[in-house]
């Protein structure tokens, strides 16, 4: 079975930090572009970082500098890591494997992972 699994996220306090996991099995993630995507309530899904097969990163000005998207091909993995959480960063994040590049089409999608940003 194709898929994507997410772990890592949680209920953390503004200013903390979590590590996103995002997994692959059933095909090998250096592939493809792996972009992470965050959606909270009432809101549209946005794009919060990309890394490219070569290993180039691209971020929003809303996380950039917080935000750091890293690519484990031994592993199957993709991470991001983020610093400086706020209210604002509490959402459902989800990652994609994109064809090709950071604006490629989309092949999967994993299940998202929720992140709570509250004192």
């Known amino acids: 079975q194709l898929q994507l699994v997410e772990s890592g996220g949680g209920l953390v306090q503004p200013g903390g930090s979590l590590r996103l996991s995002c997994a692959a099995s059933?095909?090998?993630?250096?592939?493809?572009?792996i972009g992470w995507f965050r959606q909270a309530p009432g809101k549209e899904r946005e794009g919060v970082s990309c890394?490219?097969?070569?290993?180039?990163?691209n971020y929003p000005d809303s996380v950039k500098g917080r935000f750091t998207i890293s690519r484990d091909n031994a592993k199957n993995t993709v991470y991001l890591q983020m610093n400086s959480l706020k209210p604002e960063d509490t959402a459902i994040y989800y990652c994609?494997?994109?064809?090709?590049?950071?604006?490629?089409?989309?092949?999967?999608w994993g299940q998202g992972t929720q992140v709570t940003v509250s004192s």
């Open positions: 994609a494997a994109r064809s090709y590049h950071c604006a490629g089409d989309i092949r999967y």
């Open positions: 059933g095909f090998t993630l250096d592939n493809y572009a």
């Open positions: 890394i490219s097969r070569g290993g180039s990163t």
